[in-house]
């Protein structure tokens, strides 16, 4: 879900007026030539992805069967992708039919892939948030080796991000607040140790607001 009203909320809160804070996903709604509102739509993406400085997946999620919808032909689509982007000074690429969003830190790139007519500055917020949620969850340390040891909440971040394609949250504070969550009602019985040990760490980290920006 998208945060909205921050300037009526600090606006409120500088006259003393009760305020709250609304969260609500975003629908698109769209007009035909004859003026007529169609039926509303989701804001969606078609997939999301980490790479490594070779092109190599550490993470991937696609949300149309449609779309290369054999584990062959998404990497095929990956090392394309990488291989396009990686020296390139642009955020934005189409390939394969998508609009492809990226950044990239250290030995890693983001990609936040979308339908061909979807928004571009929604699939860019969407891309923003996922590597924000990653720096939180990391402590900034936005490398390849950290991912791959909080691999787990990493996941469950991308989950709350985006949940069967529909964007959900934008907001990394908030998405990086219910991992929290989330892994603190993970039973014990289901971890491994390697699992528990991040867990422990990282409910200390949120629960400790300094530590995060």
Not at 74 to 102: P, S, W
Request: proline residues 3%; negative net charge.
């Amino acid at each position: 879900m998208f945060p909205i009203g921050d300037t009526a909320i600090r606006k409120g809160r500088k006259e003393g007026r009760p305020v709250t804070r609304v969260h609500v996903t975003l629908i698109n709604f769209d007009i035909n030539m004859d003026g007529q509102l169609l039926e509303p739509t989701l804001y969606t993406v078609k997939g999301m992805a980490i790479l490594d400085n070779d092109g190599n997946r550490i993470l991937a999620k696609y949300y149309d069967k449609k779309i290369f919808p054999t584990s062959k032909e998404q990497k095929a689509f990956e090392k394309n992708l990488f291989n396009k982007t990686h020296r390139a000074n642009a955020e934005i690429i189409m390939l394969d039919g998508l609009t492809c969003v990226y950044r990239s830190n250290v030995d890693l790139f983001f990609y936040v892939m979308g339908s061909s007519h979807e928004n571009e500055l929604i699939l860019m917020s969407v891309l923003n948030c996922l590597y924000d949620s990653v720096s939180q969850i990391l402590r900034k340390n936005v490398e390849k080796r950290a991912v791959l040891d909080s691999l787990d909440i990493v996941m469950l971040a991308v989950d709350e991000i985006c949940d069967g394609g529909i964007i959900l949250d934008a907001d990394a504070s908030s998405v990086v607040q219910r991992v929290a969550l989330r892994t603190d009602d993970i039973p014990l019985g289901e971890q491994t140790v390697a699992q528990t040990c991040t867990q422990l760490q990282w409910s200390h980290r949120a629960r400790m607001p300094g530590d995060l920006p």
